[in-house]
């Protein structure tokens, strides 16, 4: 690892700001269960091992370059080592299930070894139940903890791959897809549901959500917010209309929403 520049990202503890519950070590992991207080913020940093976590209370917002992801229960959200990110909590205590992934033992995981080394960021693929079942396992620790919570996270990580949709990425983008794309593009100021969108690719709704993510990186609404934020700070810049105004022609309720948004994401 490169000398560290005054200004520049530290390392710290992935549970750094946060009260550790417990840590187990088993195979290539490092599993443990962390509660960080409301209105929690830490700066640049990174973390020297993969880090999966997924949100069991609370909301929480990760910074990435030119990526925001943000995590209600039941979110995944994982970075390879010495990823560079930014952390945000919420009005509410946040608890989360983290496991950590050694470097060195990457090649552990076969072909879901891009669980540990890409950002993703991820949700109703029943991670929700797992890390549940791992911060019970925790709290009533015996002998077989280890060998448990190493089959947990395995079985997580698999989730998450196929959620993600590594093993899809050499497939075509499919037509649908873009037609769905298409729409966003066009209609991003009104509150389109995913079923609506479903039925126009002709596809069950869990699978475009699944799709939209492994061809987009990011959710369809995270998606369309930010076609909303950038139309609305094309509006703002070349049109002299009114923030209130803006905010309704872009899909905003109204103009606290569009800056509370637009403080988030510019």
């Known amino acids: 690892m490169s000398p560290r520049t005054p200004g520049s990202p530290r390392a710290v503890a ?8 417990q840590v187990v070590s088993t195979g290539p992991f490092r599993v443990s269960v962390a509660t960080f207080a409301p209105d929690l913020t830490i700066p640049s940093h990174f973390h020297e091992w993969a880090c999966v976590s997924t949100l069991l209370e609370g909301r929480f917002e990760q910074r990435f370059p030119g990526r925001v992801a943000e995590c209600r229960p039941g979110a995944v959200l994982g970075k390879p080592p010495c990823e560079r990110h930014e952390d945000r909590w919420f009005a509410a205590p946040s608890r989360h299930l983290i496991i950590e992934i ?3 033992r990457h ?3 076969g072909v879901a070894r891009a669980v540990a ?16 079942a791992a911060l019970r396992e925790l709290q009533e ?3 077989l903890t280890p060998l448990s919570l190493d089959g947990v996270a395995r079985l997580l990580l698999a989730r998450v791959y196929r959620g993600v949709g ?7 983008t499919p037509v649908w897809l873009e037609r769905v794309t298409e729409l966003l593009h066009d209609r991003y100021a009104e509150n389109l549901r995913i079923s609506e969108l479903a039925a126009v690719a002709g ?4 699978h475009l959500s699944r799709v939209f993510v492994r061809a987009h990186g990011t959710s369809v609404g995270a998606y369309v917010r930010r076609l909303r934020v950038d139309a609305a700070a094309a509006l703002l810049a070349g049109s002299g ?5 803006v905010a309704l022609r872009t899909g905003f309720s109204d103009q606290s929403h569009l800056t509370r948004v637009f403080k988030r994401q510019r």
Not at 14 to 21: D, K
Not at 121 to 126: A, E, L, M, Q, S
Not at 241 to 245: D, G, K, N, T
């Open 141 to 143: 620790a015996d002998e």
């Open 107 to 109: 090649e552990e995981l």
């Open 14 to 21: 992935v549970t750094a700001g946060g009260a550790r519950l």
């Open 203 to 206: 596809v069950h709704p869990d």
């Open 117 to 132: 080394e890409e950002i993703f960021h991820v949700d109703r693929i029943g991670a929700e139940a797992l890390a549940w």
């Open 241 to 245: 209309a009114s923030i209130s105004s």
């Open 102 to 104: 050694d470097p060195a």
């Open 166 to 172: 590594w093993g899809e990425r050499s497939r075509p």
